[in-house]
């Protein structure tokens, strides 16, 4: 056809493979410091377009050139890339990590031993009784500084909310609710995640479990989510907080309460931390700080002692709290005490307990419990006649009521 380049014979082809091949060897012959050009110039004669030849000039003039022989190749071995250095951690990192260990330990310990108080006692709790879903929640943020990092080390916390207690006997332990779980969703309704969300969800919670008998949760396990049906479970609504300090004392503002360290320390055993539980859950009930008028005090003394680091300088604002009166101490014994046997603990050592505090730590030494509760003759009597008639009762099989 018109304009159709007529195609080249094998013995052109044949020609070109000649000349390419003569090309090569004689640039690889080529001495070293002899320039592109003038091996180009030496091979006018061939059909080798320059760009090709060009190519071939160069990789061979390297070669060529090379002052050191051209030894066999090793295989080559890919070294992994190296692990990524451990973060650093610092003293101050190092011991934030052992004290949060410790405040975990004790406040597991102190929601464990008031489970059976909180639960057991609705018909005593009177208007303090209230639904609840019966766990805590925490993240990271839930605390300040170097221990939001100790949280993450420690307690695997990051931004999601995690089940941090649950209590024994209520709807979310019945409904297998486990310390570690995340929480997702509540009634199909995202939950709040990041800084703050600790609070947040208490405002999602509350409307939620308010008049409802279940509550339809969406918890993350073990890298996959699952939905619960908890309960809701009617108890004694008061918060049990560690309080974060070594006096020998513990705190109700009327919905809340805080037993310091130094309390734990000094009870020893289960039961007679359930003793000082048992006797603030009671003063709550009563409402005994708002009668003192109290409620402000106490109320700006657990804000700060709950924290994980106390403003020491605000602890000695527990001299501003006004002493019971021993009326008021004597109707606190006795519901306590009530509580107590209802909850299955042992009450014939409750009077001992107070005795040794008393003896240990009188009403003289400052922010110390006897300091509020210093009228323990009236009560020694008292909690005489009401452990007789609690006695009498559990003999009779009688209901346990004041």
């Known amino acids: 056809m018109a304009g159709t380049a007529a195609p080249r014979s094998t013995g052109d082809a044949t020609a070109s493979a000649t000349a390419f091949a003569t090309s090569f060897a ?53 070294q992994p890339p190296p692990a990524a250095e451990a973060p650093v951690v610092t003293p101050r990192m190092q011991a934030a990590r052992t004290a949060l260990d410790a405040i975990v330990t004790q406040q ?25 879903l019966g766990f805590t929640a925490k993240n990271k943020w839930s605390y300040p500084g170097e221990y939001a990092d100790a949280a993450s080390a420690v307690l695997g916390y990051d931004d999601a909310l995690r089940v941090s207690g649950v209590l024994a006997g209520s709807g979310a332990a019945r409904a297998g609710l486990r310390k570690g779980d995340i929480l997702v969703a509540a009634d199909g309704k995202a939950l709040p995640t990041g800084p703050g ?109 709950t924290r994980v680091q106390p403003d020491q300088a605000q602890l000695a604002g527990a001299g501003n709290v006004k002493p019971l009166p021993a009326n008021l101490e004597v109707s606190a014994d006795t519901l306590a005490l009530y509580m107590l046997a209802r909850a299955g603990y042992g009450v014939e050592r409750y009077k001992a307990f107070w005795q040794r ?11 110390g419990y006897m300091a509020v509760h210093p009228n323990l003759a009236p009560r020694l009597t008292a909690i005489d006649k009401v452990v007789a008639d609690i006695k009498a009762k559990q003999s009779a099989k009688k209901p346990l009521v004041p």
């Open 197 to 305: 969300a600790e609070t947040a969800a208490a405002g999602v919670f509350a409307p939620l479990v308010s008049g409802r008998t279940q509550l339809s949760m969406t918890i993350g396990r073990n890298g996959q989510n699952q939905v619960l049906k908890v309960p809701v479970t009617r108890a004694c609504a008061m918060r049990v907080d560690l309080a974060n300090a070594d006096n020998v004392n513990s705190h109700a503002d009327g919905g809340r309460i805080a037993v310091t360290r130094g309390m734990i320390a000094f009870a020893g055993s289960d039961e007679a931390l359930a003793y000082v539980l048992a006797k603030d859950i009671a003063h709550n009930v009563l409402g005994h700080t708002a009668v003192t008028r109290n409620t402000g005090a106490v109320a700006a003394i657990i804000d700060n002692v």
């Open 357 to 367: 505090l008393a003896a240990q730590y009188p009403a003289s030494v400052p922010n």
């Open 26 to 78: 004689s640039i690889s012959a080529i001495p070293c410091g002899t320039s592109q050009a003038d091996a180009y110039g030496t091979s006018r004669s061939t059909r080798i377009t320059r760009p090709a030849l060009a190519a071939a000039a160069a990789a061979l003039l390297l070669s060529a050139c090379s002052t050191t022989p051209l030894q066999p190749t090793s295989p080559v071995t890919v």
């Open 108 to 132: 597991d310990r102190l929601y464990r031993v008031a489970a059976p108080l909180l639960i057991n006692n609705v018909d005593l709790c009177r208007t303090a009784a209230r639904g609840l």
